[in-house]
């Protein structure tokens, strides 16, 4: 079992920045993958970004590529997502997710779940 809590969210312009944290309890976050999604209003959750296990591998929704990034800290249990020249269609709660397989598959396919963090783009 892992707990994940999401931190970092809230209100920015549209071209600005915000990096959302998720701190992750147990020391087998550092054999999990690792992935970001968010849920606009009225819409299904979408995947975002997921990391591997070691950081070396990502990938990325078409729609955030080249604008976000996602890391990862396994001394600290954090998972970190960089969020440049936001727009916003940005807007959502973000969840990060733990994918015990410690691989990429696209979508992710995660087993545990944050609860959330609320980010507001304004125009």
């Known amino acids: 079992q892992v707990q994940l809590v999401e931190s970092g969210g809230g209100l920015v312009q549209a071209g600005g920045s915000l990096r959302l944290s998720c701190a992750a309890s147990g020391r087998a976050f550092r054999s999990y993958a690792m992935a970001w999604f968010r849920q606009a209003p009225g819409k299904e959750r979408e995947f975002v970004a997921v990391?591997?296990?070691?950081?070396?591998?990502?990938y990325y929704s078409n729609s955030v590529k080249g604008r976000f990034t996602v890391s990862r800290d396994n001394v600290k249990n954090t998972v970190y997502l960089q969020m440049n020249s936001l727009k916003p269609e940005d807007t959502a709660v973000y969840f990060c997710?733990?994918?015990?397989?410690?691989?990429?598959?696209?979508?992710?396919?995660?087993?545990?779940w944050g609860q959330g963090t609320q980010v507001t783009v304004s125009s």
């Open positions: 997710a733990a994918d015990v397989s410690g691989s990429i598959v696209v979508p992710p396919t995660p087993q545990y």
């Open positions: 990391i591997n296990w070691t950081g070396g591998s990502t």
